[in-house]
């Protein structure tokens, strides 16, 4: 069975400093990595997608992706009160198109 | 470039009673998923249609269904609602092929079964 870890938090860090976000998953012909950030009672949204190995930076986000050992993380550098939520990994097999999703981690940044 | 529209956003049902959602997915996607999620739970994948077909299928019961139009748009159907089926409703679309499947989210359907 596919599947894609998390860890659940709740991760609480302080404002301003670096968050670090965590996922393993277990289909190593997986090809594609989406993280996605959901506020409560609120929709997903896509925030960062990777497909090769190594780092891939978009303003205060970086992922990082490492096939070999089947990770990919999110840090989330200068965070601020609004980063605030559920971060969700997300893995598509390649196998069927189906994303296969981890269960999120809540992120608390602290003011 | 317009986003992906769920309807309605909001819904009250009856036990017993049936319910149909819909999803217009982003113009040129053809790849329509749906998702059920609970309070304090993780995305539970219902079903996936890509051009009119179902391609992927969730751990659901049948009362759960769904259907694709020729435009792409998506119907989920809930017959005989039960009191668990409380959850919002999310439907996501993509483009459904090669490497980047990137999917987009709705805002959702908040469906509350009294």
């Excluded at chain 2, 139009?69 to 017959?79: L, P, Q, T, Y």
Aim: include cysteine; proline fraction near 4%.
């Amino acid at each position: 069975q596919k599947e894609v870890e998390q860890n659940s938090g709740p991760l609480s860090v302080p404002e301003g400093a670096i968050a670090s976000l965590n996922c393993t998953y277990s289909d190593r012909v997986s090809q594609s990595f989406f993280w996605y950030r959901q506020y409560s009672g609120k929709s997903p949204e896509l925030i960062m997608s990777i497909y090769s190995n190594g780092d891939k930076e978009d303003g205060r986000f970086t992922a990082q992706l490492n096939k070999a050992s089947q990770y990919v993380s999110l840090l989330i550098r200068d965070s601020q009160p609004s980063d605030s939520a559920t971060y969700l990994c997300a893995v598509n097999p390649w196998s069927n198109y189906q994303l296969i999703w981890g269960a999120g981690t809540k992120l608390i940044i602290k003011p | 470039k317009a986003g992906v529209t769920q309807t309605p956003r909001y819904l009250i049902k009856t036990r017993g009673q049936q319910v149909t959602l819909s999803c217009s997915p982003i113009s040129g996607h053809r790849s329509v998923s749906w998702y059920q999620q609970t309070p304090g739970q993780g995305l539970q994948f219902l079903f996936e249609y890509f051009s009119e077909t179902q391609r992927n299928k969730g751990n659901f019961p049948g009362r759960f269904s769904g259907r694709q139009f020729s435009n792409s748009r998506s119907e989920m159907n809930v017959s005989t609602l039960e009191l668990g089926d409380s959850a919002l409703y999310l439907c996501a679309s993509s483009l459904g092929e090669g490497l980047n499947t990137e999917a987009f989210f709705g805002q959702g359907t908040r469906l509350t079964v009294v």
